[in-house]
């Protein structure tokens, strides 16, 4: 599908088809819009939780208990569940994988290179850490980036999508162990088929106007 096509037609459903499983070649492709996302100084603090099964769904599910029991029914029956995360912290440990991994992947071609990267980098996160104090908010952002690709990815390749916020990090996280591995949930994302009970297909979109919207100078 092409780009306008896709973010004009595409729409958050809110009701799955039960038992549809995505093509392989789908997830893949979420996947990679996911594993690729960009993020500020390629800080790369998301980490994402991936429900394929009954089994993943059901423990999804334990986060979209009473006021977010609006949101089980798509926990339960999209073929896709995934639990955007993010890092407790920016810490040492992290910084310095992320620089060997550009090492190994090939980034550093000249003299210095590799030395300037980690300055910069520190300098970006000293600056969010000391100046801002912001260093959740800042990792959170790109995890909402991250949120942002995967639903222009689903509409371009024609796979139904519902972003979910209404739901229980704390019990998502307890669930899955995150907090001890230094990561708490951010944002859902289901994906699958709409059913016949999705009434927001049958609605049409709604956006304020485009003047306000954009401002041409
Ligand atoms: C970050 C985010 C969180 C959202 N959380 C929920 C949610 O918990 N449940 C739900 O049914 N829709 C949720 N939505 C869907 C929005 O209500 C929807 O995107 C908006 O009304 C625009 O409609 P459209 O996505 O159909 O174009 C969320 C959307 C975003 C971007």
Not at 2 to 24: C, M, W
Not at 65 to 81: D, I, M, R, T, W
Not at 167 to 178: I, K, M, N, P
Not at 196 to 209: E, I, V, Y
Request: aromatic residues 8%.
């Amino acid at each position: 599908m092409n780009l306008i096509d896709a973010v004009q037609t595409r729409h958050t459903v809110k009701a799955f088809e039960p038992g549809y499983s995505l093509p392989q070649a789908s997830v893949d492709a979420l996947l990679a819009a996911l594993h690729y996302s960009p993020s500020s100084v390629n800080s790369q603090p998301s980490h994402f939780v991936v429900a394929s099964t009954p089994e993943g769904r059901e423990r999804m599910a334990k986060a979209t208990q009473g006021g977010f029991s609006y949101n089980e029914p798509k926990v339960l029956n999209a073929s896709h569940v995934i639990a955007l995360c993010m890092r407790t912290d920016l810490d040492e440990g992290h910084l310095d994988t992320i620089l060997s991994q550009e090492e190994r992947d090939g980034r550093f071609q000249v003299d210095g290179a590799k030395g300037l990267q980690n300055k910069t980098r520190r300098s970006y996160v000293d600056m969010h850490r000391y100046e801002l104090r912001d260093v959740p908010q800042w990792m959170e952002k790109q995890v909402y980036l991250a949120l942002g690709g995967l639903l222009v990815s689903a509409a371009v390749l024609g796979i139904d999508a519902t972003p979910m916020e209404g739901f229980d990090s704390r019990a998502l996280d307890l669930e899955f162990g995150l907090r001890e591995r230094g990561l708490t949930s951010v944002v859902l994302a289901a994906f699958g088929r709409r059913s016949d009970q999705d009434f927001n297909a049958r609605l049409p979109k709604s956006r304020l106007p485009r003047e306000q919207v954009f401002t041409f100078v």
